[in-house]
């Protein structure tokens, strides 16, 4: 794949850049590992700084990148805008928490006395370069989330972001240099991707974040996995969205169209399989098709667009297989189906539900990375949880209820990394991030996110 800006909206290449070579490579690995060796002894008040001037940078010129992604990979112009925002209110956030994250941890008097000890303590201590591979759905948060942390921990960043989002990748290595960070705290590689398993197996490259594609995820950990490096995986998912008798039906309805068409619906959090008790399954099905037709699919650039194009040909023809399958096999569109008329360029889809979806075909299992929702009716609590968890993915949930009883039994056995009661998943500073199954493993975001890549020391010592 060319390292390029195609705009999504009419398949007009408008950027290319030539991949690094061997010698820039290497340049750029060394000048990490150079960059390690000092930022790690900078204080959190010197880290916080950065990272603040980093965020006032990006503040300021957030309309401008905002306009950037959506060139590059087809977002609406007010969800790009929407994580800008997010970007900086995370960033300010670890500057902010990094330090109490971090703070020493001092087990119990009693228990230090039983180590033999006169004191002990845990210190949190940075690991070094990370490669970050990071994909093109959330070209500016996806990094961030990684960065913000990673940084304020004392560790420095190798990105490579995906191959259709090379300005705001370069963007992002700027913005950090701009803002006082020194030469090799964090560099973008513009390399195809059969070069990352060379940098993984760099021996100065200590470890290694991805989100992305089942595929992508099994390649990068059976390489770190060969080298004992450490490795945070988010990968896809399929979450379920359930609506029991008690939910305030129009409230679910109106909030799983959105749950399901941000960002053009290519989000792996996204809520995708629409699970409805018999009770109330009519008239949620109803408001939420309703409410999936009456969408506006058009150019991301214009405030009226409600979903604008799918990122890439291909993506779009990957969703056209798996629509298809289903409506080949006995599937229902309640609404889309198709292409849009009247988009002769561009890679369009309709917002698209569906019923009648059985085990048997693709989409049942497969995750639809698009505009494309399947519902489904449920007689009780029961076949609810075994359908939700009837998926290799687990990244997060959806639960509309007010039943105390059926939350507890939700927050029990769902399979998820996350439960969203009566609201759509979305990601917060203050919050873990990832999940279970086949969508990865560790967490971002929060505390548990900023510890991945830090060395849980500890320091024991005697009379």
Known sequence: MPIATVNPADGETLRTFDPLGEQEIERRIAAADTAFRGYRTTSFADRARLMNAA?????????????????????????????????????????????????????????????????????????????????????????????????????????????????????????FDRAGFAEG????????????????????????????SEGAGRSVASIAGDEVKKTVLELGGSDPYLVMPSADVEAAARTAVTARVQNNGQSCIAAKRFIAHTDVYDTFAERFTDGMRAL??????????????????????????????????????????????????????????????????????????????????????????????????????????????EIERFVRDLEAGGVYVNGMTASHPALPFGGVKRSGYGRELADHGIREFCNATTVWRGA
């Not at 010129?61 to 087809?74: F, L, N, S, W």
């Not at 060379?198 to 974040?209: E, F, N, P, Q, W």
């Not at 449920?378 to 509309?400: H, K, Q, R």
């Open 185 to 212: 705290c964090f560099q973008t590689l513009l390399v195809p991707s059969s070069a990352i398993e060379g940098i993984l197996r760099d021996r100065r490259v200590v470890a290694a974040t991805l989100t992305g």
């Open 296 to 405: 506006t699919v058009g150019d991301p650039m214009e405030a009226a667009t409600d979903v604008g194009p799918l990122s890439s040909e291909q993506g779009r023809a990957d969703l056209e297989e798996l629509v298809d399958d289903a409506l080949s096999q006995g599937a229902t569109a309640l609404c889309g189906g198709r292409r849009p008329e009247g988009f002769d360029r561009g890679w369009f889809y309709e917002p698209t539900v569906l019923t009648g979806v059985t085990p048997a075909m693709r989409i049942h299992r497969e995750e639809a990375f698009g505009p494309i929702a399947t519902l489904y009716r449920v007689a009780g609590i029961d076949e609810a949880v075994e359908l939700a968890n009837d998926t290799s993915f687990g990244l997060s949930s959806n639960v509309w209820t007010q039943d105390e009883a």
């Open 55 to 175: 965020a006032d940078l990006l503040e300021k010129e957030a309309g401008d990148v905002a306009r950037m992604m959506t060139t590059e990979m087809g977002k609406t112009l007010k969800a790009a805008e929407a994580e800008a925002a997010k970007c900086v209110k995370a960033m300010r956030w670890y500057a902010s928490h990094a330090e109490s994250l971090l703070a020493d941890e001092h087990p119990a008097e009693s228990d230090v006395r039983d180590t033999g000890a006169v004191a002990a303590r845990v210190r949190y201590r940075p690991l070094g370069p990370v490669l970050a591979v990071m994909p093109w759905n959330f070209p500016l948060w996806q990094v961030i989330r990684f960065a913000a942390p990673a940084l304020m921990a004392g560790n420095v960043a190798l990105l490579k972001h995906a191959s259709n989002v090379p300005q705001t990748a370069l963007y992002l290595e700027d913005l």
